[in-house]
Nanobody
Framework: QVQLVPSGGGLVQAGGSLRLSCLVS??????????VAWYRQAPGHQRELVAE???????NYIDSVKGRFTISKDYAKNTMYLQMNDLKPEDTAVYYC?????????????????WGQGTQVTVSL
């Protein structure tokens, strides 16, 4: 069973910082975290990709967060992060972690996309 467990959301004033974490928990088999990403969805808007980090270490960010947000992952802790600095009210949204995870090995290996539950980030003026 694969679970992505997010933490770190909350309320912060504009200009402040938050770090979102997402623990990847897998039971019953070996696994590897491949590509990871963070999405967000603001009220009345579609879910959008905020940042992604590929297995090869390539990062991509939407223009509005470039220079302020940093995506990373720690294989030893099975955790992915989104460091958010200089937060703005327009960053207010529910943030979702997403990961492509390979479970099993050899001929039984399977790769699937998984989502964590959302975590609320609210930035006040």
């Amino acid at each position: 069973q694969v679970q992505l467990v997010p933490s770190g959301g909350g309320l912060v004033q504009a200009g402040g910082s938050l770090r979102l974490s997402c623990l990847v928990s897998v039971s019953g088999t070996v696994f590897h975290i491949d590509d990871v990403a963070w999405y967000r969805q603001a009220p009345g808007h579609q879910r959008e990709l905020v940042a992604e980090l590929t297995l090869r270490g390539v990062t991509n960010y939407i223009d509005s967060v470039k220079g302020r947000f940093t995506i990373s992952k720690d294989y030893a802790k099975n955790t992915m992060y989104l460091q958010m600095n200089d937060l703005k009210p327009e960053d207010t949204a529910v943030y979702y972690c997403n990961a492509r995870i390979t479970t099993g090995w050899g001929r039984t290996a399977a790769s699937d996309n998984y989502w964590g539950q959302g975590t609320q980030v609210t930035v006040s003026l």
